[in-house]
């Protein structure tokens, strides 16, 4: 007799969206690009002696209320154009709790904070929320902690 050893805590496995599905349904307008592009360079410069404005990563531990999030970018790109000769503000917009080892994991997750797992939904809302406050011309930073 053959026993299964292998993936024995596996529930179920559900599909995630190919990234350019995601894609194509909110795409980045030139402004975002161009914020992108623009703090790309400026980050590399300000790592590279070539701009002495500081860096700022600045927002919240984690994402849960993309209204608020929304909200809070809207102040920032203000800040972040008030202060652009000696600053070069980042919204930090993270979608994760890597280090919860119980409760809520995180916006791409468990989006609707139920314990539904809707993983596909979850990336839906980040990939929404990042392309909205790029719209706006405020750049985004991340973290990678689990690729």
Known sequence: MHYQTDDVRIREIKELLPPVAVIEKYPVNELASTAVFETRQAIHHILNDQDDRMLVIIGPCSIHDTESAIEYGHRLVKLREHYKG???IVMRVYFEKPRTTVGWKGLINDP????????NEGL???????VDL?????PT????LDM
């Open 141 to 144: 930073a991340g973290e990678f």
């Open 112 to 119: 609707f904070l139920n314990g539904s797992f809707n993983i």
């Open 124 to 130: 839906r809302i980040a990939r929404k929320l990042l």
């Open 134 to 138: 790029n719209n706006i011309g405020l």
């Open 86 to 88: 000696t600053l070069e």
